[in-house]
């Protein structure tokens, strides 16, 4: 690598919402501050719900119950 042409890479510590804190490097000067981490995401947490909000696939069912009772099923010839 040519010399003076990259940014510093340095270590920073992390601070979550959350009050989690971790270290990690970066060219970011100073210390960082986020909104959500791995330690209190719902998807890395496991405590993720999927909700069916307002009856979104009930509505696409009846919308589209026609168009699939239409189609017929068409059988291989031998």
Sequence with gaps: MKAGIHPAYNEIN???A????????ST??????VEIC???????????????TAGRIDRFEKKYAVSRGAKKVVQPTA
């Excluded at 970011?28 to 501050?33: A, E, I, L, Q, T």
């Excluded at 791995?38 to 069916?52: A, E, I, N, V, Y």
């Design 38 to 52: 791995s330690s209190c995401h719902p998807f890395f947490t496991g405590r993720q719900k999927l909700m069916d």
């Design 28 to 33: 970011h000067k100073g210390d960082m501050r």
């Design 14 to 16: 992390v601070t979550c």
């Design 18 to 25: 959350c009050a989690h804190t971790f270290k990690t490097r």
